[in-house]
């Protein structure tokens, strides 16, 4: 089992910057691949970054591209959602997966483990 943890989601102006933190305990946090997802209210959870067990390999999607910087701290047992430029869409709960079976996958079946949400909430 791992128990993953969300904090940092909290009230911003549009063009304001967030950084979320997930923090896993539990089993070997460096045998998983971890990602983040947003859910907007009314909206089906979407893939937003996902990272590699090593952090060598990082994946986007095409809304977080060059905005978004997902990285990771094993020996924290921690991974990071910097988020810049941010926008009113960006609006949604965020989450963070844990996945066994896959690299940096954007697809929420390859994920085990899921936190239980931070809200992120930015204001036009």
């Known amino acids: 089992q791992v128990q993953l943890a969300e904090s940092g989601g909290e009230l911003v102006q549009a063009g304001g910057s967030l950084r979320l933190s997930c923090a896993a305990s539990?089993?070997?946090?460096?045998?998983?691949?971890m990602g983040w997802f947003r859910q907007a209210p009314g909206k089906e959870r979407n893939f937003v970054a996902a990272i590699s067990r090593d952090g060598g390999v990082t994946n986007y999607a095409d809304s977080a591209k060059g905005r978004f910087t997902i990285s990771r701290t094993n020996a924290k047992n921690t991974i990071y959602l910097q988020m810049n430029s941010l926008k009113p869409e960006d609006t949604a709960v965020y989450y963070c997966a844990a996945g066994a079976g896959g690299v940096a996958s954007a697809d929420e079946r390859a994920y085990d483990y899921w936190g239980q949400g931070t809200q992120v909430t930015v204001s036009s």
């Open positions: 539990g089993r070997t946090f460096s045998a998983y691949f």
